[in-house]
């Protein structure tokens, strides 16, 4: 299964006043996470957005475990947990210095059309990223038999 990894550095502007990683900084995280997954299957996002596809958020679920602090270093691991040929759904974990699992999530979206909105088939309209999208997907499928 491919699974990429993205280091971040926890910057001082990242923290609340209890010293700790902002929860909605990890979002953030997972988008860097998504776009070096992609990058790592030879794809990116701003090559779909010059062709006038957007690919939106439509679900994210997340589950806090442990804090990052300033001066550490995440590591965010994501992958493809599920794909049907219309939307995916992204893997993460997010991980201390230490191998902990700070943070368990998922986001879910679909290709649209720029100008309205209107879903677009990634089977269809990119024949190369469904297929890596179903290689993805099996090596999850085979992982959790």
Same mark, same amino acid.
């Given at each position: ?31 860097? *996470? ?36 300033? *001066? ?26 230490? *191998? ?38 099996? =090596?999850?499928?085979?992982? =959790?038999?």
């Amino acid at each position: 299964m491919l699974v990429s990894k993205k280091e971040v550095d926890v910057r001082y502007s990242e923290t609340d006043q209890m010293g700790v990683v902002y929860h909605a900084n990890y979002l953030v995280w997972m988008e860097l *996470g998504r776009t070096k997954f992609i990058s790592d299957l030879g794809f990116n996002y701003a090559a779909m957005e010059r062709d006038g596809i957007l690919s939106p958020v439509i679900d994210i679920n997340v589950s806090y475990k442990k804090p990052l602090h300033y *001066g550490e270093t995440a590591i965010v691991q994501t992958w493809v947990e599920q794909y049907d040929g219309l939307r995916v759904v992204y893997g993460y974990e997010i991980l201390t210095p230490s *191998g902990d699992i700070a943070l368990t999530g998922t986001s879910s979206h679909v290709c649209v059309k720029k100008e309205n909105f209107k879903p677009i088939s990634i089977r269809r309209q990119y024949p190369e990223w469904h297929e890596a999208y179903e290689k993805a997907k099996k =090596s999850v499928d085979e992982t =959790s038999m």
